[in-house]
């Protein structure tokens, strides 16, 4: 599903500081979890046979989907890949300045 990172500088991990930064990105929005429903788990279904995810992978871009999400920070899945409307970027890939 998705990987953690552990490498640290400091006091804040990479991934900490990463977080930080974000934050302060034109568009940056608090994050809240998204409601599992019956059809969130049929577009998670339809997902995973038409791009050949795993389940669980098909089921976080399926609720990235439902909450309207633009973007699906993630290194789990290929970076620019686009999900009907949901563009994966790799956070390791792009600075925060630049996410969508």
């Given amino acids: 599903m998705t990987s953690s990172v552990g490498v640290c500088a400091g006091s804040l991990c990479a991934t900490e500081r990463w977080l930080t930064m974000a934050a302060g990105a034109p568009g940056a929005v ?14 998670a279904w339809s997902i995973e046979d038409r791009f050949g995810l795993s389940f669980w992978d098909a089921l976080v871009v399926a609720s990235a989907q439902a909450t309207g999400c633009d973007a699906l920070l993630t290194e789990d899945l290929q970076h620019d890949m686009d999900f009907d409307g ?4 790799d956070p390791f890939e792009v600075p925060p300045t630049d996410l969508p």
Wanted: charged share 15%.
């Fill in 86 to 89: 949901v563009r994966v970027v």
């Fill in 30 to 43: 608090r994050w809240g979890p998204a409601h599992i429903d019956a059809q969130t788990l049929a577009t």
